[in-house]
Every structure is written in C-alpha cells, then in structure tokens.
C-alpha cells in the first residue's frame, strides 16, 4: 500500500511498504469473518455446522502465522520523518497476547461448535471472529489512534454476542447494560485521549511518553487528567473495581461459551492495552497511575473474593456468577505487576503475561467443564456439580485441577508459581501492604475454589441426583467440548510439570 511521495529533494517520503506477514493474525481472522457472512447467504440450514468448523480453521491458520514472527522483530506503518515511531509493532508482548487471545477465541469457538442451533450461527460466527481480530490487533497497537480502533473492534461484536439469544429476556438486559457502561468509558477514555494528543501533538505512543517529559507548566493539569481518564475506559476493560458492575449479569446473560470469552479475551484486550498506554505511553507520570492501579488492584481483588464468597449452591446459574466473581478478583492479581512496573521497571509486565496466560488457560477449562454440565442441568447451580465424580469422572478430574489452580494449590502447580511471581513483583517494587492484601485475598479464596472442589467429590445428598444424571439417548456430548476440556487440561498438566514455560516471561522485558 503507497501513498502519493512529495517530489521535492530532500523532502520525507511518504511512501510506506506494509508489511503483511506481520499484520496477518489479525488480517486472517477479519478476512475468516467476512467469508463466512457471505457462505452464511448461500449455505443451507442442514450445513450451517460447517460455518463453525470454517471459524475454527480460520483461527487456526492465524495462529499458525505467529510461529514465522516468533522472533518479535518485525513494525509496519512507520512514520518515515526518521523518528522510528510505527503503528503496529509485531514485538514479543504482542505476539504472546496475540496467541493468548486467538487461542482463547479457538477455544471460545470448539465450545460453541454443534451448540448455535437456537443462534443465528452466521451472525454469531462474524461476531466471534470480528472481536476476535480485533483483540489480536490491539496488543501490536502502537499509536492511541489504532489502540481506540482495535478496543472498539474487540468490544462491539461482542455486546451482539451477548444479546444474541433470541427471546431471551435475561440476555438482552445483560447486552444493554454491557454496551450502556461500556459506551459511557469509551467516551471518557475518548475525551482523555483528546487530552493527551492536544498537550503532545502527536498520536504515537513513543513520541507520547518523549513530549511528556516536558510538558509546559500551563498544559500540566491537562496532561494529567489526561492520563487518569485514558486509564478510566482501560480499568473498566479489565473490571477492575469500581467498573466492575458490569460483570457477574453480562456473564450470566451471555451464552456460557461468550462468558468464558469474555472472562478471557475480553481481559486479555483490557490489560494489553492498560500494559501499552502505561509503561510505554505515560512512563513520565507513574506517579499518577502508579499508585492508582495499586489501590484498583487491592480493591478489585478484594470486591471479587468477597463477592464469591457469598454465592448461594441453590442459586440459578451460581456457578457462573461465581466464575464471574472470580474473574473479578484474578484482574485484582493482574494489576499488580502494572502497578509494581511504576516503581521499579517494565520486567514486572511479564508477571502479568505469565498470570494471564495462565488463568486464560484454567478459567476457559472451568467454563469448558461448566458447559458440559450444562447440557444437563441448564441452572448450573453449585448443588448440580456435587457428585460429579460419581457419573463423570474425568470431568470431574478435570474441573478439580481447575480449581485448585486458580486457588494456587497442588497438584495446581502453575497457578501456585504464578501467584507467587505476582506477590514477587509487588515486593520488589516496595509494595509490601498490596503483597498483604494480596495474601489475604487468597486465602479468601481458598475457601469457595476448595467448596466447589470437594462438592465434585461429595456423594449426592438424599432424594437428589447427582450432578451429571445420564444423558437422555441421542444427547451427546459434541466432540468439540470434549476436545476443549481435553486440550485445557493437557495444557495445565504440561504447564505444571514445566512452568517455566510461562515463567520465563516474568524474568525478561517484552518490549
């Protein structure tokens, strides 16, 4: 792609070569999306389930892309004045949300497979890819401009996604109060991205954080509410408290495999872009926002603990409002190092990848199993995963090892290692009283990750059934959920016996 050059001897060119393969994760999903709108106008409702298989394919091969960027070298849409300021770096932070966020839209995608009969599975197709190009844009954004463009392509389908059952009065209510809050902080994020680029001039986050080492006197106040009203739209991204009120309705509206989505893409996009704008866009004001994502982080962890605490096993859907809950807290863990990075260096962002990318990979196991039994028992109630073990056991195998990583016990060695790493980065970086909170938040959740646990090992009590009573003849489970749970468990086995393959994040700068 070129643009007309100025002709004048000595002038810039303003003729720029693109570079595809580095933008082809996202280009691949969008381009999936659009194929399989159109193949939805031609393809008969007999073989709509080959739209679904067509999504999976599509997200494979956008993963597959990632293995020639491995070496993270590679920017596209580069300024060619000789400042080096690109658009889109290719970088290793980005290449890992990248493969974070498709990976979870795969999963995302097996989940649904076989289970969009009562959904219009065109539409939810295009949806679930348009995000899903979308997030894998954002992590590699570097300019306010594409990070605002990418956030709005990740978030827009998905507020469709939530609303997308069809008469379904609890979905609608959670899509509306989704897309009302969400609107409201992108339009203070909007007007603090204004902020910013009327005290700067400029819309690259590099050349951001060079002009605001010296920021006139005059333009100081403006610059500052700047950074806090950008940082406003990101916390309610990441439902962070007190933007966090959005999260146990929408995820209990939401079809199950949109709220596993959600929980985990929907994060990944809200902390990749809360990584960007901070250590790289506003490095010279972390002691604005340094010490306000240290209180959300105490805050939001708490809030959602407390909160999980409370859920009653009777409750309709307790299950997945206690995963929401949850999710809740875990953004409470992920803002620590964001926070730490503001007192000692950006290293501490890769606690935060590693955290991520574990939690992304137990959390969508949880929701894989949760769909499961789902299919069974449409309350998902806590009370309907006791004795689970006695009908599935796999299953139930399955959801324990979940739980008992996102709490940080064995045999759940990775989520232990990896709460360890966040508890790390908040004492080197001086934070004693959050590494504290931090302490306490999760003995607090020790107590309902080990209740859910040992109910799927509890014998049912008199005059119920257990929890996964016999499928009726010809209800099977779809082999897309089985090899969901199955590819989540393998790979929390394998990062339990081998963390340092995610650890090692938390040991080196990504940037």
Request: aromatic share 10%.
């Amino acid at each position: 792609m070129t643009v007309a050059a100025d002709s004048a001897p000595g002038a810039a060119s303003l003729v720029q070569s693109v570079d595809w393969l580095a933008i082809a994760p996202p280009v691949i999903a969008a381009s999936v999306a659009l194929i399989v709108l159109v193949a939805d106008l031609f393809v008969g409702e007999r073989h709509k389930p080959l739209l679904g298989y067509g999504a999976v394919a599509g997200l494979v091969a956008a993963l597959a892309t990632l293995v020639p960027l491995r070496a993270g070298d590679r920017s596209t849409f580069c300024l060619t004045d000789g400042s080096q300021a690109c658009s889109y770096t290719a970088d290793h932070f980005a290449l890992v949300i990248q493969a974070l966020v498709l990976g979870g839209a795969l999963l995302t995608a097996l989940l649904s497979v076989g289970d969009t009969r009562k959904l219009p599975a065109g539409e939810f197709w295009f949806l679930l890819l348009a995000s899903a190009a979308g997030a894998a844009l954002l992590p590699a954004a570097r300019d306010l401009a594409t990070l605002v463009v990418a956030l709005e392509v990740a978030s827009l389908p998905a507020f469709a996604l939530v609303g997308i059952k069809r008469g379904d009065r609890r979905s609608s209510e959670a899509a509306l109060k989704f897309f009302l809050s969400s609107v409201v902080a992108t339009a203070v994020m909007l007007l603090g991205v204004s902020f910013v680029y009327a005290t700067t001039g400029t819309m690259h986050l590099t050349e951001i954080a060079a002009r605001l080492d010296d920021v006139p006197g005059r333009f100081s106040t403006l610059a500052e509410a700047g950074v806090v009203l950008t940082l406003v739209g990101f916390a309610f991204k990441t439902a962070a408290a007190p933007f966090h009120f959005w999260v146990p309705d929408t995820y209990v509206g939401a079809p199950l495999p949109i709220a596993a989505y959600l929980s985990v893409v929907g994060k990944a996009v809200g902390f990749s872009g809360l990584v960007l704008v901070t250590v790289i866009g506003f490095p010279s004001y972390a002691d604005v926002w340094g010490p306000a994502l240290a209180v959300l982080a105490a805050l939001t962890m708490t809030v959602g603990n407390v909160a999980a605490l409370r859920q009653t096993a009777t409750r309709a859907r307790s299950a997945v409002r206690l995963l929401a809950w949850s999710s809740v807290g875990q953004a409470g863990y992920l803002l620590v190092p964001i926070a730490a990075a503001a007192y000692s260096s950006d290293e501490q962002i890769g606690s935060t990848v590693a955290y991520a990318l574990m939690y992304a990979v137990v959390n969508l196991g949880a929701f894989a199993v949760a769909a499961l039994v789902a299919r069974t028992h449409p309350g998902n109630r806590l009370s309907d995963y006791r004795g689970l073990y006695a009908t599935r056991p796999l299953a139930a195998l399955a959801m324990g090892f979940f739980l008992l990583c996102l709490a940080g016990l064995p045999p759940g060695v990775i989520g232990l290692f990896a709460k360890v790493t966040v508890f790390s980065a908040a004492v080197d970086a001086g934070l004693g009283w959050l590494a504290v909170v931090m302490a306490v938040n999760v003995v607090i959740a020790l107590y309902y990750y080990l209740r859910w646990t040992a109910a799927l090992f509890t014998a049912p009590e008199a005059g119920t059934q257990p929890g996964t009573a016999p499928q009726a003849p010809g209800h099977r489970v779809p082999a897309p959920l089985t090899l969901a749970i199955v590819l989540t468990a393998v790979a929390g086995i394998t990062l339990s016996g081998a963390p340092q393959l995610i650890l090692r994040f938390a040991a080196v700068s990504l940037f």
